[in-house]
């Protein structure tokens, strides 16, 4: 390869790498990049804000498992970066941030939008570096993704001075070295599978980890083989079809719920791709008294509530597989299992046909799921619905339904449906999302329909910041400083020339969500809900009783 610049070095690196998109802004630190990109096979999707395009680059890598990528300039460039690049560390998403930063010449001395990036980036990312000579770009960028991809993935950082980009080089992207399966010693899985073969009530709490090993298959063989019931986390969603006779559905709401009592009655939990940033062990084994095995492709993090028997480290699905051949549950029944599992379908089932208006959350994810064929995305926002979504949406399918809640950061969902529909425009796609968390990236509108992808806005609307209020009420008995003025959101869509709906009673909503899911545009719902269920819903888990 004759010289070329650093930039140009860089782009020919990241096809080599598989990139098909790069998400972000232009900026003045960034022009050889962005010069260099043009003539090249990645795709350039110009967002409206840095952290939409951040969290574009974060769902894409939650359902590709590839590394998504995103763009931004220096200073405020990349601190509004920021939130997007800590989404994706803190939920296990492949992230590559690039940044344009000042010349090397220039960073000895107070300079014009000069931030030391790398030392920014360093608390949010899993490894992050600066590009000090063009010779060693094809390693960085090679490590990047390999850090990135590795398990646990997670978000990475490249700086590029502007100097550097410039400069010319020879070199050639580095080839990639096969990523070989790491498999579990036959001492852990024995002792797995005996503890597993004695326990009287074991329980299989089941996290995203799972769903990145691809191991939803084998491990419904697993919980179906043995017997064993399955509660999922909310990163975990589909890993097991909710039709499932053994599927609890999902854990970790912060407070008790029914799904609380298998934790209390269990003998045995089986973590299998459990991440404890999503549901602190401390929640549902306080005095660490509960026997825990550990099934993951990393050691276990160091928890007083979460100390295992035995730790299985390795390629999950073949973990699985094998305790399987040596586990034995024959004759041995799952206590209670049926009749709480009934409890919780009941608890789903019985706003089926509730006309109350504002819509109840219940009734609003009741349709929704109604309409959304198995294959179906849908991109939960951070909010009051954010718990209601993860209690009674189910899924039958992994990735159907992404939530962030590692990070949890608002504003997700609208950027992160304009990157499921890149990656799936077979599928209809939902953003479900509160009025707080719509108006932090509701820009991206504009993205969404310049770029040709349709797919539906769902906002949950009243008024103020739901989930603060509903915790302001359980800690204080009254709320304040939460409640707000919104815009016309069916008007605000029509400016940008997408098409707006508003519903004004639970007849018109499954309607309007066939119709909306129907256009060539993106589209926006706008549904009054009453969140008056938040603290009815907490009082009557406050008076639960197990059966069990």
């Given at each position: ?542 008076d639960l009783s197990c059966k069990i």
């Amino acid at each position: 390869m004759g010289d070329i610049n650093t930039a140009e070095l860089l782009v020919r690196c990241l096809e080599n790498e598989g990139v098909e998109y790069v998400f972000g802004l232009p900026g003045e630190e960034n022009l050889h990049v962005l010069q260099a990109m043009r003539y090249s096979s990645i795709k350039f999707i110009t967002t409206r804000h840095e952290q939409g395009a951040a969290f574009m680059a974060d769902v894409y890598g939650r359902l590709t498992g590839k590394a998504g990528v995103c763009l931004s300039t220096l200073g405020p460039g990349a601190t509004n970066l920021m939130t997007g690049v800590a989404d994706a560390n803190l939920d296990g998403a492949p992230l590559v941030a690039i940044t344009g930063q000042v010349g090397t010449d220039r960073m000895h001395i107070e300079s014009h939008q000069y931030l030391d990036l790398v030392a920014m980036f360093d608390p949010v990312t899993k490894w992050n570096a600066q590009i000090v000579r063009p010779s060693i770009t094809p390693e960085l960028v090679r490590r990047a993704f390999k850090i990135a991809q590795s398990e646990k993935p997670g978000a990475v950082h490249i700086d590029v001075p502007e100097n550097i980009a410039a400069m010319p080089v020879t070199g050639e992207p580095l080839g990639k070295d096969a990523r070989e399966k790491t498999y579990a010693s036959f001492r852990s899985i024995g002792k797995a599978a005996v503890a597993i073969s004695k326990a009287k009530n074991p329980l299989i709490l089941v996290g995203n980890g799972a769903i990145r090993a691809n191991a939803s298959e084998v491990l419904t063989e697993f919980a179906t083989r043995l017997n064993i019931p399955v509660v999922n986390s909310f990163m975990g969603k589909g890993v097991i079809p909710y039709t499932h006779p053994l599927a609890l559905w999902t854990v970790g709401l912060q407070q008790r719920d029914r799904v609380s009592c298998a934790f209390e009655e269990s003998d045995l939990i089986i973590a299998i791709g459990y991440d404890l940033i999503e549901y602190s062990p401390k929640k549902w084994n306080p005095e660490g008294k509960i026997p825990i095995i550990h099934i993951a492709a990393n050691p276990a993090e160091i928890d007083s509530s979460y100390i295992p028997i035995v730790e299985v480290v390795g390629d999950i699905a073949d973990s699985l597989a094998e305790i399987m051949k040596q586990a034995d549950r024959a004759g041995k029944p799952t206590p209670h299992a049926a009749e709480l599992r009934g409890d919780i379908r009941a608890d789903y089932e019985y706003y089926a046909n509730d006309d109350g208006f504002p819509i109840k959350p219940q009734k609003l994810i009741y349709d929704l799921r109604q309409v959304m064929g198995p294959e179906d995305i849908v991109i939960s926002d951070v909010g009051a619905h954010k718990m209601w979504m993860a209690r009674h949406y189910h899924c039958d399918r992994p990735n159907t339904c992404i939530i962030s809640n590692g990070f949890a950061a608002m504003g997700i969902a609208l950027p992160g449906a304009i990157a499921a529909k890149l990656v799936h425009p077979d599928r209809n796609i939902v953003a479900v999302t509160g009025d707080g968390g719509f108006m932090m990236n509701c820009q991206e509108l504009e993205t969404a329909l310049r770029v040709g992808t349709p797919f539906v806005t769902l906002i949950f609307n009243d008024g103020g910041y739901g989930l603060i209020e509903w915790k302001q009420q359980n800690h204080f008995g009254e709320s304040a400083f939460v409640h707000f003025g919104n815009p016309d959101f069916v008007k605000l869509a029509e400016s940008m020339g997408l098409k707006g709906y508003r519903i004004n009673s639970v007849a018109e909503l499954i309607p309007t969500l066939k119709e909306a899911m129907a256009q060539d545009v993106p589209t926006v719902i706008d549904c009054p809900v009453d969140y008056g269920e938040n603290l009815r819903f907490t009082q009557k888990a406050g008076d639960l009783s197990c059966k069990i």
